[in-house]
């Protein structure tokens, strides 16, 4: 599908109408100092969602003292934010199709300040993990939405760099705002981190109130229509892909500050700069991946998913050389930034012209991913495998993605080579 047609059709499953006149004639639909700050504001709220998904890793221990648990027992707060994730994403994307989208934005940023504040003030695990459930319902449609906003509100040649401008704001949570919250968990407490969150939410809350203008709700596709697309052999083979290829990742990374303190032996202020390396990878691996994405969607997946098998099995083998260790996190950042990028196009060019929910069950799938590494992490740790046993899991689920990549890859290829004779090709 090409990026014309692939913007403009997510613009339509959005409820966003398609520019139109102002497509014909170049010009954007809205002035241009208001399509800039409309998409810092979405910016702030992508910001604020990357910092509250990936906080926890780094703030594990701190939340396990504060609630006299195991750290495996505190991590199932990753795993809750992430179910919360795989169930609200395809569920409010499908439910709200045709909802005005400044209306929905805000709901969904008041949803996410609702969890964030009952993460702050847990009194107790239960609390903290069912509000970590409830901050995880709204990623997948602010994200997928926003960035669909964001591209209604440029001329058409600046649509893709306006949707990645408010997905860099996951970029710099990587990088600045994820690290900065473990440093503040390390200093002043875990429910500081949590309380920054919160903040940052009341100020996306807030900017998107200010400065997204409103649209009319547009012609989406119905919720059956939506749900169609996911039966399709294709998008069901990606998905499930990123959902275990994707879980090896997140079983490292689930643990990485204990990792790096135990096992590799650094010091607690030491690890929000690990964390900083994981981000720097990320914004390295979005470098690449576009153009090697743009020349071959296949050999991308497959690719990134093998570049993170390796990563994994290095890890699993030399966790315990500081200088290994450190340069394994920053290639899981790059190989990971690859691996999606990969499925995300593959699932809007397999998704038609209903790629709303395809597009939201991507967030979804990364997010299975978190929960089950998160979840089978604990697992082998607690175990008293230790903590190289989460890198060696992971190498074997990388192993399974792949294999299930490699499936959709053929079957793809078989497919195009089978219709080429009647179509004329």
Not at 114 to 133: E, H, K, N, Q, Y
Not at 169 to 175: D, E, P, R, S
Not at 185 to 191: D, E, I, S
Not at 295 to 306: F, L, M, P, Y
Request: glycine share 12%; net charge positive.
């Amino acid at each position: 599908m090409a990026p014309t047609q692939t913007t403009e059709a997510t613009a339509a499953a959005s409820g966003l109408a398609a520019p139109g006149d102002s497509e014909r004639s170049g010009q954007p639909p809205v002035p241009r100092r208001t399509a800039r700050l409309a998409i810092f504001a979405l910016a702030i709220g992508a910001f604020g969602i990357g910092t509250a998904e990936f906080a926890t890793m780094g703030l594990l221990p701190y939340i396990a003292e504060g609630f006299d648990a195991t750290i495996t027992e505190a991590s199932h707060a990753v795993s809750l934010y992430a179910i919360g994730v795989v169930i609200g994403a395809p569920l409010i994307a499908a439910l709200t199709a045709r909802m005005e989208r400044r209306r929905l934005l805000l709901g969904l940023a008041a949803l996410f300040v609702i969890g964030s504040i009952g993460s702050t003030l847990a009194p107790s695990l239960p609390w903290m993990l069912v509000s970590r459930f409830i901050t995880g319902l709204p990623h997948g449609a602010f994200l997928g939405i926003g960035a669909v906003v964001a591209s209604t509100l440029v001329s058409p040649h600046r649509r893709a760099t306006a949707m990645a401008r408010v997905m860099l704001g996951l970029t710099v949570a990587n990088i600045v705002g994820v690290p900065a919250a473990a440093a503040l968990g390390a200093q002043f407490g875990w429910r500081t981190a949590y309380g920054l969150v919160a903040l940052i939410g009341l100020l996306t809350l807030l900017a998107v109130f200010a400065l997204v203008p409103r649209s009319a709700p547009g012609l989406a596709p119905s919720i059956r229509g939506e749900l169609r697309t996911l039966k399709r052999p294709q998008v069901i083979l990606t998905l499930v892909a990123g959902s275990i290829g994707f879980g090896g990742m997140f079983a490292v990374y689930t643990f990485i500050s204990p990792t790096m303190t135990d096992l590799t032996g650094l010091s607690e202020s030491t690890v929000p700069w690990v964390l900083v390396c994981f981000g720097i990878g990320m914004t390295l691996g979005s470098l690449i991946a576009g153009p090697l994405v743009d020349r071959s969607i296949e050999k991308s997946a497959v690719g990134g998913v093998i570049s993170l098998g390796l990563v994994l099995l290095v890890f699993a083998t030399l966790a315990h050389v500081p200088a290994v260790a450190i340069a394994c996190v920053l290639l899981l950042g790059v190989a990971g930034s690859l691996f999606t990028t990969a499925l995300q196009v593959r699932l809007l060019r397999e998704s038609g012209d209903a790629p709303s929910v395809s597009a939201a069950m991507n967030h979804a799938a990364f997010n299975f991913a978190n929960a089950l590494g998160a979840f089978l992490g604990a697992v082998v740790v607690d175990a008293g495998l230790g903590y190289r046993s989460p890198a060696l899991l992971g190498t074997g689920l990388t192993v399974v993605g792949l294999a299930v990549m490699i499936v959709a890859v053929v079957t793809h290829r078989r497919s195009r080579t089978g219709a080429a004779p009647s179509s004329g090709q």
